[in-house]
Structure formats: C-alpha cells, structure tokens
C-alpha cells in the first residue's frame, strides 16, 4: 500500500472503518519517506509529496477507505518535563533546549515544556533551578516549537529594521 499525502487527522476527522495504526517513535515522526508496518501487519509504503513542516502528528491519516483507516500513532518516550513559574524561567528554558540544539515541545500544563531525556539536560535544569520531572509522555509534531531548518520546508527570512527598538520581520 502506498501513502503520498496525509488525508486528515483521527483527532480532527472521523475514521471510516477498522483503524490500524503504524506505531513511531517521535523521531521517526519527522520521516517524509518509509516503510512500516501496522500492528496488523500491512506494510504501507510513505512517500510523501508534500511533508508536513512540523513532521507527521499523532493520529495523522496516511490511508482511507471504506473498510480501513491507517494512522501514525506516536509511542510515548522518555521526556524531561520543565515548568516554568514566570517569563524569564520561560525564556531561559527555551534559550538553553535551543542551545543545546535539542527539540523543543509545549507540555500538557501552562508553561510547561518537554524535551527528550537527556541526562545532561536534567543536570542543567538541576543547576539552574528550573523545576522538572521525568515522565512517559508523546512527542507530538502539533506541540512542537522548534523545527529544524530542512530543504523541504520554507526557511523565514529575517530582516531587521533601522529603528532604535530591535525588531525581527518575518517575512514567508
């Protein structure tokens, strides 16, 4: 079976039929081409034509019919958890994942924000005073915030202007 094109999302849109899902770990989420098997063991060849920027979400559509719906289901993993109290804890958390050029997720709470584990990462946390936990949570592509900058999506321009006030343009 092939896939070109994601048809839609279970969390947004109603399947048709039995659902079977490919299960992915969340790096294997930002794959434009593949195969995999589903838990029933058909094979789905993925070639996408046009990939989403943010890598492939959970419960997107890659088949459908009468009879069948296929959906990526992403495998929860091992993610470092911070929360933040104020908008500088914000900053400083987002400013170190990025430097660390780790990827970057909103967590299930206000901000709060997930990263894979990483044992260095928690040590960081530690030191800096951010409050964290180790969980079991999904890394999905619809809650990321970073992206990396990759030949098959639009890479903003930025532009500066003249003004005494610093301000980034984003041009697309």
Not at 13 to 35: C, H, N, T, Y
Not at 72 to 77: E, F, G, K, Q, V
Not at 113 to 132: A, S
Request: glycine share 6%; net charge positive.
């Amino acid at each position: 079976m092939r896939a070109v094109a994601i048809l839609g999302n279970l969390h947004t849109k109603a399947p048709q039929g039995a659902v079977d899902f490919i299960d992915l770990e969340w790096f294997d989420s930002q794959k434009r081409m593949g195969r995999f098997k589903t838990r029933s063991g058909q094979e789905v060849v993925m070639k996408l034509e046009t990939p989403p920027k943010m890598g492939l979400a959970d419960g997107d559509i890659l088949f459908q019919d009468a009879q069948t719906t296929i959906a990526i289901n992403i495998l929860p993993t091992k993610v470092l958890c911070a929360y933040a109290s104020n908008m500088h804890e914000v900053a400083q958390i987002c400013y170190e994942v990025g430097n660390r050029h780790a990827s970057l997720y909103y967590g299930e709470e206000n901000l709060s924000f997930k990263t894979p584990y990483d044992k260095p990462m928690q040590v960081l946390f530690e030191r800096l005073g951010v409050k964290h936990a180790v969980l079991k949570s999904k890394l999905d592509a619809l809650q990321r915030i970073s992206v990396n900058a990759s030949p098959h999506t639009e890479t903003p321009v930025l532009k500066f202007t003249d003004s005494t006030d610093l301000q980034i343009l984003i041009k697309k």
